[in-house]
Every structure is written in structure tokens, then in C-alpha cells.
């Protein structure tokens, strides 16, 4: 019972989904934008989820004073914060007033877009060091590996004189021509990967999302 | 606490402290909530700072922002999703009662002629997100399977054929360029020969590399057939054409990340130092 019923619904719901893109009728697509409107009022449901499990662990490490506990207060301070501008302080608790509220822009815009754009421009200094290592030209795949790296990062220099307009269009060709044709073949083995696996969990052979009991 | 980390924390107070207080001096004529302007400018060169500490090694900078980042950007979602999803979304087209309550306009029923109304249809979603919430109970967890089972059955449908379509039938069809592009004969082929991007030439080049780089890239992941003779020469191939787009895709996503770096260097010496002009 506790499993059946799972893959059951699957089942009926994944052939449904199938069947509903063959049929060129309204009522169709009408119940295919509903199940996508369910389908997001139920994440909702799934993120509160997290939330409660983010202040479940939080609340742990504090309690039981668990290594660098220290860190889980400001992580519960930064998200009760931003909970209470998200809803105006509780001024404003029935209108979507919050997501204009004055501290609730600063916290997105001084906190939440600094510490974001700051952690993928790290991966600059990372990526530069993995190459260095990595980018040696011993062998013909390790030069066309090197060639075409160097060809798109060095496109847009300005330093390079008359030979710029000639690198940017080779780095033009790169990612439209070769790049596009090994990305294609990527994408196709995607394709028919996702295709295997929808039709496994839709046939009951994939069930690691009902857990293990 | 070491007496090191106590004197280091300080500094770091007293740095902030001057820093927010010769902010807000330098933004009093332009704005009128200039202190805390200034406050929040330094916050965010603090935090730009501490992420970048960790170039150095892991330390209670990093970690405090890293920490702080988690909270807020949860937060942040959640109450992105309740104004958009559960407020605009979902409460009008459930009562008016509700509407009014939050003061969002009443939907009527826009598929009516159907057969659910409206109102029971988006009942039926809160209550698969009720039954959602009955994992954090330890007795009837196992029913937060079925809300689990209605997605996963309803996105693996919707997938297979988006990607049957998308990433397959429509990869395949345009692989299939014509190889022989405006051909006119072999003469007038080399008459009109040039190199410009748009030519006859550099189109036809362009088109033979994406068929045979695909079918080659293809031969090269295909694993049931050991790669000898034509076939380990098409996927020799195939993993040139590879190796040339991790290449490309490896500078594409450096000269992403420079340019994010470039911003937050930009933010750093002209929006909070005043270097730059």
C-alpha cells in the first residue's frame, strides 16, 4: 500500500502527460496548465519543507554545540531577517508589500548579489590554476584543448592589433562550427538518457525517490 | 578564542567603523538616507572581501559570509514564492473571502465550462502540499510519497516527450545540413573562391565539420563496439571535435567568471573606494 499507491499515481500521471501532447485539444491543454500550476504550488509546499529542515539543523548544531555552531546563529539570523522584511516587518502581512520593502532590497542587493557574483568570480582564480596544470601542450588533444581555450579567452583583447578582427572570428567559428557539433552529439546521449530514465521511473524500474523503506 | 582573532576581529570592527562613517560623509549630498547607504556599501565590500579571503586559505571571514548567504538567500526564496506563487497565484483563484483578506483581485473561474471548477481544482494541490508537509511527522511520513509521486509522474511524462523533441528529433534534423551548399559546378566553385564568413566556401566547411563532428562525437560515446578500424577512426575524430569544445567552453566560462571579477573589483575600488573614477 505504502508503495503501490506511489507508483501507481506515476504510472497514470507520467502515461497521461505522454498522452496529452498528442491531443490537439483545448481541454488538454488546459489540464496540462493546470498539473504545472499544481505542480508549483506543491514546490512551495517543498520549500517550507526546507526551510523548517535548514532551522531543524541550524537549531541542532546551537543546541548540542556542535563544531563551528557559532555560524548556524547567523545563518538563522540572516534567514529570520530576511523572513521578516520578505513580510514587511508584519506591517503589511496581507500584501506582497514585503518584496518592496526598503531593508528586504538592500539584504537582495548588498548581501545576497555581492556574496554570489563574489563566489563564481573565485572560481576565476580556481579554473586559472587547474589550468595552468592542466594546459600542456603534450599532445595533439591536449594542443587543441589549449588552441581552442586561448582562441575564445583571447577574442575580445584589444592588444592584439590588426590580427583581433581575424581571432574573434575564428572564435566566432569555434563556438557556432566545432562546438556546436560536439555539443549536439552531447545532447542527443542527454536526450535519449532522460528518455531511458523518464521511462524507467514511469514503469516502476526506477523508485530511488520513494526512499528505502 | 585566540588574543590573535580577538585583536584581528577588532581591527576589522574599527576598519568597518571608518569605513561606513567616510562613506556616508562622501553620499550626504546625494542622498537622503546616506548612513544607511553608507552602512549597507561597506556591508557589501565586507562581504566581498571575506569571500575573496578564502583565496588565502579558509577562515572565520569566509565562513561567516558563506553562512549568512545560506539564511538570507532561503529566506529569500520563500518569500519570493508565497508573494508570486501563493498570494498571486494560488489564493485568487481560491475564494474571494481570501482575495479580499490579501488584497489580491478575485480570478473567476477561468475553465468553468469544465469538468472541476476552479476553486476544488487548486484545492487539490494545497492539499497534496498539506500531505507534503506529513514527512516531518514520523507515523504518516510514508504519505508524503503520493504528493512526491504526482510530480515525479507528471515531470517524467512531460520530459520524455520534451526531450524525445527537443534534444533528440530536433538535434537530429538539424545535423542534416545540406553538405553542398549553392552549388554551381567545380569551375565557378574555385572562380568564386573567398574566406569570408558568410561565403560558399566557409558555409559548406561549416556544415560538413557539424555532420561529421556529430556523427563522429557520437561513434566516440558509443561503448558497445570496441573502437577499432573505421569506427576507432571516427571516434578518434569524434574526440577532436571534443576536445576543441571543452576547450572553447573552458575560455567561455573563464571570461564569464573574469568578468564577474571585474565587477566586483569595479564595485570595490569605484562604488566603495572612490578610486576610480
Redesign the interface.
Known sequence: MKRQIPLLLVLVFGIFMIFQYFVPHESSEWIYEFFLDWIYIIGIFALALGIWSLIRVSYDKIKYKKPNWQYAVITLAGLFAMILFGFDYGRHFFSAEGLSNYMFRAFFDYILIPIQATMFSLLAFFIASAAYRAFRARSLLATLLLVSALVVMLRFNPYFGPIGPYLEQTASWLLNVPNLAAKRAIIIGIGLGMVATALKVILGIERAYLGKD | MSRTMIILLALVAIVFAVSWAAKSASLDDQYDDYI?RGF??T???F??LS??S??YKDNPFY????????????????????????????IPRLSVTLSA????PHIEDE?AL?ILPDKV??F???V???L??M??SKKAG?IS?????????????????R??R???IE??S??FVPLLVDWQGTGRFFSDFNLY?YGQF?TM??NW??????L???V??FFSKEHKGIFGGASRV??????????????????G??S??V??LT?LFHDWLELIG
Not at chain 2, 538570507?72 to 497565484?89: C, E, P, Q, R
Not at chain 2, 565539420?209 to 556529430?214: A, D, H, L, N, T
Open positions: 544607511s549597507l556599501i556591508l557589501a565590500a562581504l566581498t569571500i575573496l578564502f583565496l565562513k561567516f559570509a558563506e553562512h549568512l548567504f545560506v539564511g538570507v538567500s532561503a529566506a529569500y526564496w520563500m518569500s519570493l514564492g508565497f508573494w508570486s506563487t501563493i498570494v498571486g497565484n494560488l483578506f490579501f488584497k489580491v475553465y469544465y481544482s487548486y487539490i494541490p494545497v497534496l502540499g498539506i507534503l508537509l514527512r516531518l510514508w510519497s503520493w504528493p512526491l509521486a504526482f510530480i515525479v509522474g507528471t515531470t517524467a511524462g512531460l520530459n520524455l516527450v526531450y524525445l527537443s534534444d533528440f538535434q537530429v538539424s545535423t564568413a566557409v566547411l561549416g565539420v557539424i555532420f561529421i563532428g556529430v563522429c562525437g557520437l566516440y560515446f569524434g574526440i577532436w571535435v571534443l576536445m576543441i569544445t571543452f576547450g572553447a567552453s573552458f575560455g567561455y566560462t573563464v571570461m567568471r573574469i564577474l571579477l565587477g566586483r564595485f
